[in-house]
């Protein structure tokens, strides 16, 4: 892989929740392991009740991108201001807010929870009567109003329930079920021209797959999907960049030519 085509397109700051460092920081660390493109996509999630909190947040994160895109400083680098954008379906009107409100290069549109649920990622395991076959079924239906809705560029990390289900839990679950709804949420992306997102933070958890892995990128390609792009979902510096080379293999395994980038919402293609 030459150096020029690194892109780590899914990354967070210190305007996150759960990010650390400054937008500044980064981009000299995307400049430093030699990235051609870096998009910065703070968390946005629509259904947090804090909504000024957020607001700001957007803002801050939109503005940090926007005055490094224009400093002048990373020759070589170009850096695009993007939003992972989580659980639109919970609050559309501020999901709508947000987009609105920056002239975004790049949407993530993520499902960390379904509405009334708490995310996969703090749900309690040990509780016998936690029931995964209905969170599943009720994340992917709402995964599927999610991109009918249509405001997302790509489709953040479709298995991300397994990160925690398999991976953090060493529970086994069966994902036939959902076939047919990821299918139509595969179908719904390529019809409108949509992507789907390899986040390749399970590569570096105990996971141990991207999100999604080879039978779902297989399936997109298959469906006729094309538009992929690969960010590492980094929550600190020292994670920028992290797996993006071996998603890039993982793709040519696929029989995919080509990863992608967003730029004012349009989707640009590199050579693999
Ligand atoms: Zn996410
Ligand atoms: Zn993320």
């Known amino acids: 892989m030459e150096k020029q085509l ?3 397109v899914h990354t967070h700051s210190r305007f996150s929740p759960d990010g650390v460092d400054d937008p500044s920081k980064m981009a000299r660390q995307a400049a430093n392991i030699g990235l051609s493109v870096w998009t910065l ?29 224009s400093c002048g400083e990373f020759s070589g680098l170009t850096i695009l201001k993007g939003i992972e954008l989580g659980q639109a379906m919970q609050d559309t009107a501020f999901a709508d807010e947000i987009l609105n409100a920056h002239a ?39 995964m599927l109003a999610m991109v009918r809705h249509n405001r997302l560029d790509v489709l953040g990390h479709l298995t991300y329930p397994l990160r925690y289900i398999t991976g953090e839990h060493g529970i086994s679950v ?14 719904t992306l390529i019809q409108n ?28 390609r298959e469906l006729g999907g094309e538009i992929i792009t690969v960010g590492s979902d980094a929550h600190c510096t020292g ?30 293609f590199i050579t693999l």
């Open 41 to 69: 996509t703070d968390h946005c999630e629509a259904n947090d009740p804090d909504k000024d909190s957020y607001r700001a947040r957007c803002r801050d994160s939109f503005r940090a991108a926007e005055e490094l895109q």
């Open 193 to 220: 021209g949509k992507g789907i997102e390899i986040n390749t933070s399970g590569l570096r958890q105990k996971l141990g797959l991207t999100m999604p892995h080879k039978p779902y990128l297989m399936r997109y």
């Open 239 to 268: 994670d920028m960049g992290k797996g993006v080379i071996e998603a890039y293999a993982l793709l040519k395994e696929c029989g995919f030519s080509y990863a992608a980038y967003f730029a004012a919402r349009k989707p640009h």
């Open 104 to 142: 975004y290069d790049f949407v993530i549109g993520s499902l960390h929870n379904s509405a009334n649920r708490d995310d996969f990622w703090c749900a309690d395991y040990s509780d016998p009567a936690l029931d995964l076959p209905q969170m599943l079924l009720e994340y992917y239906t709402e």
């Open 174 to 187: 069966d994902m036939a079920p959902y076939g047919d709804l990821i299918d139509e949420i595969l179908k």
């Open 6 to 8: 690194r892109m780590d």
